[in-house]
Structure formats: C-alpha cells, structure tokens
C-alpha cells in the first residue's frame, strides 16, 4: 500500500485521537501477531467503511489468530463459527425452537447476531451454508419466518479461507464474494519474522491465551463511530470519482476477464480509498490511494477467462495491467 504523505492539510485534534486509538489497536494485535501489517491495515480499513473481510492463505500463517487478536484489542462482542462441511445454515443465523411449555415456535439467535463474527475456514462448509450469511452481510439483518430481524451494529464478518487448491475446499460463489470489502493475501513470514514467532513460543507465549500476552480492549464501538463519520467527510474530486470509475470499467472490457468489477466494486474502491486517505491525515482522495486499494478490493471481484488461467495469468496481473493503462488525473 502506498505511504504517500504529501499535501497533508491541517486536521483537527479529534482526527488525530482517533487515528491514535487505531494506532493503539495496531499495536495491541502485534503482541500476539509478528508481521501482516498489510492485513492488520485492512482490517481497520474495513472497520471504518463497515465492510467485511476474507483472509487468504495457507494453513498457519496465523489467519485466526489475527482476528482473534483484532477483536481482542476492540470493546465489541464477537464470536467464532468454524465451518464445517456438516455445518447448517441454521447453526448460523438461528432457528425456530418449540417451546413445549407454551406451545409454541420461538427463535434461538444464533452465533450472527454479534458484532464481530470470525467466520473460520469458510470454505470448508457447502454453497448451501455459505449462502446463509449472504442477507446478513449485505442487508445487516436476518429474516425469520418472513420477519427481519436487525443485527447488532456494528457488524462485521471476518472469514478466513485456504487456497482453492487445498483438498476440501468448497470455492465460494461470485455473489457471496462480491459481498466482502476486501480479499487479504496472507504470505508466509520472511526469515526474521518467523524466527520472531519461533522466539515468543520459546518464551511460553501460547496463542490460546492472548490475555496472558497482554492484550487488552484499547477501542470502543463509541470511538469507531466517530472515526466513521469522519472518514464519510473525506474530500473526492470529481476527477478521482472518474478515475475510480474508469479503472473499474477498465476491467470489462480485458480480453483476460470473463467477469469484470461491478458498480458495487466502483463504491467499495471509492470507500476503502477514503478511508486509507484519512489513516494518512488527509482530508482529500488522490488517485495514489485508489492504486493502493486497487488489488485488495477489487481482486476477489473479477474472474479470470479460462484461456488466460491456462496460460498462467492471474487477477494481480490483470489489475497491473489495468492500472497502468488507466490515465491517471493530474
């Protein structure tokens, strides 16, 4: 991600404390996870615009650790579903119980009424139970015998996922990915940041106690709301809303896409930009912070052609390629 920092205009004090409790929550998730900096600004990215988030990567690359941490550091209710191939799309959402008592149907809340969900391992559960949190992530609620019933606000579903390769994978469907703010790739550590998590274990760190490692709350629901409603006042000029425009039209028309980004994917790029412009101190989008939110928010959006998977091309490259065709405003 770009760390541009030119132009930064004055801003109030209560922008700075704010972008300060952020920086404490950076902190707190690095005492029970070495390296991501990347993932860790995503996921605050995500916070702020009120977006949900996929996590990526091989099995131990700490993918559950980080949101555990994540939520840890936060003054939010969270809890875990771990995806399994017999998983329910009621063991989700909840279900109509019959009451002997009063004789009649009433509805168990289940695990998505919370305001921070870690979906573990997502695609380890069929399209049928996948499908159950479409309504929640989109709409923010949950509808139960033809009723809606509201989730707690803030909400936000952090899944992680393997590769789609890794035997036991269900992949997900274009609808329920579109669904996510952001796809976050977690690579393995270099040399030193794994002979770090090598070190703290050698120490006793145990990462099924994360108190014991000293992470605390340092962030509010109250703070985080308020860091929302100044990131909605973020400046963007009418040629930065036509370059995010043009970068996302872009995509469908390359000849390696067989699905390219939608207007959803066009309102997703101008939200994640404005909220990387506010983590920087800035009142105003430049076209830097929409490269910089490019990949991660437009990737899991579009969908290669086979012909080009064949030949090896991959979305990273397809978005390069696309950015770099895109004038960019002056």
Request: glycine letters at 6%.
């Amino acid at each position: 991600m770009s760390t541009e920092k030119a132009q930064a205009p004055v801003t109030a004090p209560a922008s700075d404390d704010l972008r300060a409790v952020l920086g404490r929550v950076r902190t707190e998730v690095a005492k029970g996870v070495v390296g991501q900096d990347a993932a860790v600004t995503s996921l605050l990215i995500a916070l702020l615009c009120r977006g949900h988030v996929l996590l990526e990567g091989v099995p131990g690359v700490a993918k559950t650790l980080l949101v555990r941490t994540l939520a840890a550091s936060l003054a939010l209710d969270t809890k875990r579903v771990q995806f399994t191939p017999d998983l329910m799309p009621g063991d989700i959402t909840g279900s109509l119980v019959y009451d002997a008592r009063t004789a009649e149907f009433s509805f168990r809340e289940g695990p998505v009424f919370t305001n921070l969900l870690l979906a573990d391992e997502i695609n380890r559960t069929p399209p049928k139970t996948q499908a159950s949190l479409l309504e929640a992530m989109e709409e923010r609620q949950v509808s139960v015998d033809g009723a809606p019933l509201p989730l707690p606000d803030p909400f936000l579903v952090i899944a992680t996922q393997n590769p789609v390769e890794y035997e036991g994978t269900y992949p997900l469907p274009e609808a329920q990915l579109d669904r996510f703010l952001l796809k976050v790739l977690l690579p393995l550590p270099e040399r030193d940041q794994e002979l770090e998590v090598l070190a703290r274990h050698a120490a006793g760190f145990d990462p099924r106690n994360l108190g014991a490692a000293g992470v605390r709350s340092v962030a509010t629901a109250d703070e985080l709301e308020r860091a929302r409603r100044e990131v909605s006042q973020v400046q963007v000029s009418p040629e930065v809303l036509g370059y995010v425009v043009d970068v996302c039209r872009a995509t469908r028309f390359s000849p390696s896409l067989s699905l390219g980004v939608s207007p959803r994917g066009a309102t997703a790029l101008l939200a994640t930009s404005r909220a990387w412009a506010w983590l920087n101190g800035r009142t105003f989008v430049t076209p830097d912070d929409v490269k910089a939110l490019a990949h991660p928010t437009l990737r899991h959006r579009v969908q290669l052609r086979p012909e080009a998977e064949l030949e090896g091309v991959s979305a990273e490259t397809v978005l390069s390629t696309v950015l770099a065709s895109v004038p960019v405003p002056r």
